[in-house]
Structures are given as structure tokens and as C-alpha cells.
């Protein structure tokens, strides 16, 4: 049974996203992997805070149906250049039950450990669920700490996280919420104002699609060039520093009613693929941009959160919200490029096919995971945009999604880099092949 530090896997499980008939074979040897990982290995494989995605692949491509052998070559790529986790002091991981103290020791990578083993305490002890509604949703000021670092890195901790809810593993909560304790809060500087500002504007905020607010920003000249190509952080050192009000309006015209949960999730789905999908060049090769990318990764886990009927609406609702404000803050941080719409349903797939076909190459990709967590993300997009894709709120359509899905496996096959980094920028195409020349 999978336990607070105990990884189990079972084909009794059912993904959001998933492929039927996954083998015990492939059972077996993903969760006797991941609980290796979960072990022996830092969450982060250098002290820059670049993360451990063993736990990400092993999951996603178990869940898309991959083989003993393929789960067993996706962690021998990627086990050789993690790190060892630390033992952790008791006297730490005691101290941390006391509130002053467990803030004092948020950020750093080398406090991994400890709140690892103090998680893990707490879920065995409490349960997972009152575990994740005591430390990110209670509303306090400790779980608001939290829930912004869950937004950080790139939305990392909050990815981790819906892994473990999505596939009932409570270890994996356990390292999302250590992995969340390690990051910094820079990010709550617009999500928390924007809230507060929304607050504020009331019923104002209704009427505008997720796309909408895309297309303002693009045309928001001093917001979309505040980044330049030389921040060391996009957000916080371009958007927050020279255009955090502009964001902050935008942001805070986000607004989900209860009742529209579903559909809004399936919304911030659409949107955050049609704008990673669409950010690409008339004259280059198909890239995915990196950063982009992640927004439509961590789409896939909100069917899985709004599942959860131990968590309110009221939480539901307020976690998509970010969740959508985190979109428009990355669309922005990368200089808003053109979303070329045209470019996706013009596309011609290098391997025309269905989504098994695809699938299948997403699980013998030699990568640390991102491809096939894409694939399988974007097939999860078509699924909940389908009852609402007539509205105009949803730019894809129909086919769109395999399109996507082919030009996602046929870029990371392709020779190069797998990904742009910063697509609005003249700066990150300059290495991607003219379209002539393939």
C-alpha cells in the first residue's frame, strides 16, 4: 500500500490520463524505481535548483503504457547525474512543528532532507489530505507562504504535487511539499497583490476569456518588452521590476465562479497550449518554448485537483486563478510573442499517425521527461476542451491537439536543442534551423 514514504503503484489506479492495459510488469518496475529515487536522491541535482524529474517521466510513461525496459532506460538516463539527499537532523525536523521555526528555514536546497522526513511524519500521522489542507490551503499566513512556493519554479512544486494526487502516492506529495518549502516567493509579489486587487474589482472582472487577456497583453507594448535578454530571471528581475502594476491589472481580471470549474480549468488548458503550441516562427523550425511548455505540463493535474472533495470550492477556485495568472505572467515574461494559430493547423507531421503512435515514441524518448509529459498533457487537453470547443474562448479545435502533439514529438526528435528557452526573443531562434533548409 502506498504510505507517506512508501511508493506503490497498482493498475488499480486510474490516471486523469491514461492508456489502458498497463502491464504488473511495468507496475512493478516504476514503483521499485521511484521508490529508489524517493530514497536516495535529492530533489534538486545540483545546488542551482535544477530539478530531479525521475518521479515525473517514470509516472508519466507508465501511465502512457511503456515497457519494463523503456521505464528501466527513462531512470538509468537520468539516475547518473542526480545527487544523494543528506540524512536529516531529528532535532530539525522536530523544530519545524514550530511555526516561527518552520519559516525560518524555508528556501534553501539543503534544508530538502529535513522537511522531507518532517512531511513525511506529518502525513503519517494526519493523512495526506489534512496534510496538504494544513500547510497550502488553510489560508494562513504559513499555507499562503506555501501555496505561492508551489507556484514557483516554474510551477515545479505544484507539478510534483499533482502527480502525487493523481496517482495516489502519498510519498510524492510528500516530496512536493518539501521541493515547495525550497524555493523562494518572488512569484507572490504578482499573484498576491493581483488577488487582492481582484478582490476589489468584484463582478467588474467578469466577461473576458483567458485568450482575451492574451491578446491585450501582446498588444501592451511597455508590458511584453519590460523583459530583456539579459535578466537572469525573466519575471522577477524584467516583469516585476519594470512592468509589475501593468501585470498585476491584467492578472487580476482573472475570475472563476464555483459553478464554472470545469469549464474554466478546461479554458486555462486550451489557452496555455494554444499559446505554447502557437509561440513559433514564420521563416524557422517547430520549437516548443521550455518555459512556455511547463504552463501546459501542469495542466494535465486540475481534473485531479477538482476531484478532491475534501478540498473547498473555495480553494478549487483560488488555485485555478493562480494557476491561470501564472499563464499570463509567463505569456508576458517572454516578450508575448505572435500565437500563429496557422502554424498549427498547417503543420505537417514528420510521422502522420494517431495518438497511440505518438505515445509511443513519447516513451522511448531519451529526455528526462518533459516530452512525454507534453504528449500526454496535450492529449488530456483535447479530452476536457471537447464538450466546450465551439465557444470562442477556446482558439483549438478538434484536430488542433494531434497537430500540437505531432510537432511536439517531431521537435524533440529532431536533431538540436529539444527546446527554445524565451520565445519572443529575436535571441532564442538564432540555433533553430530555417524551415528551407528541412
Known amino acids: 500500500m502506498a504510505a507517506a514514504n512508501r511508493v506503490n503503484l497498482s493498475r488499480d489506479i486510474v490516471p486523469v490520463l491514461h492508456r489502458p492495459g498497463v502491464s504488473a510488469e511495468s507496475t512493478e518496475k516504476a514503483s521499485s524505481l521511484l521508490q529508489t529515487n524517493h530514497d536516495q536522491y535529492h530533489i534538486f541535482f545540483n545546488k542551482s535548483g535544477f530539478h530531479n524529474h525521475i518521479a515525473h517521466h517514470l509516472?508519466?510513461?507508465w501511465?502512457?503504457?511503456?515497457?519494463?525496459n523503456s521505464i528501466q532506460t527513462a531512470y538509468d538516463n537520468n539516475q547518473s547525474y542526480q545527487r544523494p539527499q543528506a540524512a536529516p537532523k531529528d532535532s530539525i525536523v522536530e523544530n519545524l512543528h514550530d511555526p516561527e521555526f518552520f519559516a525560518k528555514y524555508l528556501g534553501p536546497e539543503s534544508h530538502y532532507s529535513a522537511f522531507l522526513a518532517f512531511f513525511q511524519r506529518e502525513i503519517a500521522t494526519l493523512?495526506?489530505?489534512d496534510?496538504?489542507?494544513?500547510y497550502v490551503f488553510a489560508g494562513d499566513e504559513r499555507a499562503d507562504d506555501m501555496l505561492v512556493r508551489m507556484f514557483a519554479g516554474f510551477l515545479h512544486p505544484l507539478i510534483h504535487l499533482g502527480f502525487g494526487v493523481e496517482f495516489a502516492q502519498p510519498a510524492i506529495m510528500a516530496e512536493a511539499l518539501a521541493q515547495a518549502a525550497c524555493h523562494?516567493?518572488?512569484i507572490g509579489d504578482l499573484l498576491l497583490p493581483a488577488e487582492q486587487q481582484a478582490a476589489k474589482l468584484g463582478n467588474e472582472r467578469e466577461g473576458k476569456s483567458i485568450v482575451q487577456l492574451l491578446d491585450e497583453i501582446h498588444a501592451d507594448r511597455p508590458l511584453s518588452e519590460a523583459a530583456e535578454w539579459s535578466d537572469g530571471n525573466k519575471i522577477r528581475d524584467g516583469i516585476l521590476k519594470r512592468a509589475g502594476g501593468r501585470m498585476v491589472s491584467y492578472a487580476a481580471q482573472v475570475h472563476v465562479q464555483p459553478?464554472?470549474?470545469a469549464r474554466k480549468s478546461a479554458e486555462m488548458t486550451n489557452a496555455a497550449a494554444y499559446y505554447t503550441g502557437g509561440a513559433q516562427r514564420s521563416d524557422r523550425a517547430v520549437k516548443y518554448d521550455f518555459y512556455f511548455m511547463h504552463c501546459v505540463n501542469s495542466s494535465v493535474f486540475f481534473p485531479a485537483f477538482l476531484q478532491q472533495d475534501w478540498l473547498s470550492e473555495a480553494n478549487k477556485v483560488r488555485l485555478l486563478e493562480w494557476k491561470i495568472r501564472l499563464d499570463l505572467i509567463m505569456y508576458a515574461s517572454r516578450r508575448s510573442p505572435?500565437?500563429?494559430l496557422q502554424d498549427i493547423k498547417g503543420y505537417k507531421p514528420v510521422k502522420p499517425s494517431g495518438w497511440d503512435e505518438i505515445e509511443d515514441r513519447a516513451?522511448?524518448?531519451e529526455d528526462d521527461g518533459h516530452g512525454s509529459k507534453l504528449v500526454r498533457a496535450l492529449a488530456n487537453g483535447q479530452r476536457v476542451s471537447e464538450p466546450y470547443e465551439d465557444l470562442d474562448a477556446f482558439r483549438l479545435k478538434r484536430d488542433d491537439w494531434l497537430q500540437l502533439a505531432h510537432m511536439a514529438i517531431d521537435s524533440v526528435e529532431a536533431p538540436g536543442e529539444n527546446w527554445i528557452r524565451s520565445a519572443g526573443f529575436d535571441e532564442a531562434w538564432k540555433d533553430v534551423p530555417l524551415r528551407a533548409q528541412l
Open 59 to 61: 509516472l508519466t510513461i
Open 63 to 68: 501511465a502512457l503504457r511503456a515497457s519494463p
Open 363 to 365: 516513451c522511448l524518448l
Open 131 to 134: 496534510v496538504l489542507q494544513k
Open 259 to 261: 459553478a464554472d470549474l
Open 127 to 129: 493523512g495526506w489530505q
Open 338 to 340: 505572435d500565437i500563429r
Open 184 to 186: 523562494d516567493r518572488y
